[in-house]
């Protein structure tokens, strides 16, 4: 999938877990139970008139075909709203639809919600479907989530509330997709007016959500203020106002979260969870997670162009010691590219029996040096791509600069500015001379094709242009199968090959972090929270 920009910017936030928290919560999945607990949701909130939210960056824009970010899609979330809704527990519900039906392999045809309005006031219509939907077609937006629609026809109004999507071939993720950005609703009439200056800070966006916008100050903050007119009462808004302010220096938004500046925000430093955990100005949850930190082999054509090296590389990294020394144990030694949660809409007794055979790769540095011996390792030169972003990034980098000395390779540490190390993401000319470089990669949609995707023969993302004719077959046929258990099965072939041939190395899981300041409660800990409406939730403590 294509997806550079968030996959950068998660590298460079420091994107890790917390520390033990309060609420509704259950131990996570650690050998080490007391490392941390998974939080459903925190206590219910009132009536609060405003808080305010930190965010590493600033957004680019907030115009939702160009919103593949954290920054932007946080405050999107609570503005702008898509046909389907993906909630805090990871399973879909019906959002501006009221229901769809797909009658043939290659059509979808939603039902639009009547008494919807958006901000401005004007009606939700079919035909702002139309014009939403197709923006993600057209080149010259050049939409940020045109994977999605790589197998689209046409969108057309086919009834007075009704849309019908034609599809060049069956793509069973579509529609999934629709509960995130892809599927989002904006004003036509809204749109049209913009027209490049579409979700710049003078224009902003029209949408339907439980906020709209009420102003950008460049370079300081975003603010949101509560749609009285919101359709989804269930949803309406605890807060009159949120104030997101951009904070790049993790210092500063940690010191902003102890002195009461900023009431919270999403993603903590991982060094700093020791110390707000104990904090008396509020607490660490973390929630579910699609995330996965994973070391990317971007250089096929050196020594790790072997799949034995790339196996012996995994067998030799201490993944076990990443997560206790880079993330305080609040985490997983990752058994494939996905996590568990990714699967919770497959069949669970098709999934269970899927799963249990995928290849293991234990911590073994004597096993993995013999292996890449009989594949011709005798020192030679990999480099390591790294930059100064935080402590957990500089862990990692020595855990597999050291299991690269340990399986007989001669690593090189390139140290790059934050700049450069995004566009390694980007810029296929950026990667030229870098074997291995890490990243933190989540999925928008409960399905594990979402990250599959991604090292598709061609795919943008497939950064080192591995290729595998069974994985793209397999991939192929679970992208068009239309029953449950016959798409796991495809999904999890695929998955096989890429944890046998491992064109990235998975490393570790870790679940959604957020800060909560003693004012605010409310929040479900998730990773929806970058398309579903969190802030209507956040109200004041009792």
Known sequence: MTRPRRAALAALAGVFALTSCSGTAKPGPSTDA??????????PGGELDSFTWSLFAEPVSIDYALSFDYPPNTVLANVCESLLRWNPDLTTSPGLATAFTNPTPTTWVYTIREGVHFHDGAPLTAEDVVASLRRNLDPAVGSDWAYPFRNVKSVEKTGPMQVTVTLNTPDATFNEYLAAAPGTVESAAALQAAGKDYGNPSKGVDCTGPFSFAGWTPG????????????????RAKAKQVKFVFLPDATARVNAFQSGEVDGGWMVPADSYKQLGASAKGRLYYGRST????????????????????????????RKGIVKAGVGGVGEVADALVTRNNWNNSPKDTVDSLLGG???????PAKAKELAASAGVNGQKVVIASSPLDSQSTIITQAVQQAATAIGLKPEI????????????????????????????????????????SLQTGAFSNYGNWSDPQFDAALNEAVGAADPAARATATAKAQQIAMDQLPWLPLYTEPVSVFLGNRITGLQPSIDYLYYPWAATVGAKG
């Open 34 to 43: 007391a490392a941390y607990q998974l939080t459903d949701r925190t206590a």
């Open 220 to 235: 300081q903050s975003i603010t949101l203020k509560r749609y009285d007119d919101y359709w989804d009462k269930s949803l």
């Open 291 to 318: 995330t996965v930190a994973d070391e990317v082999v971007s250089n096929l054509q050196g020594p790790l162009g072997d799949a034995r090296v790339r196996q012996a590389l995994l067998m030799a990294i201490d």
């Open 358 to 364: 995928l290849k293991q790769y234990p911590y073994d």
């Open 414 to 453: 390139d140290s790059i500015s934050p700049d450069k190390y995004t566009a390694l993401f980007t810029d296929p000319a950026a990667r030229k001379g870098i074997d291995l470089f890490e990243t933190f990669w989540y999925t928008s949609i409960t399905d594990p094709l979402d990250m599959y995707g």
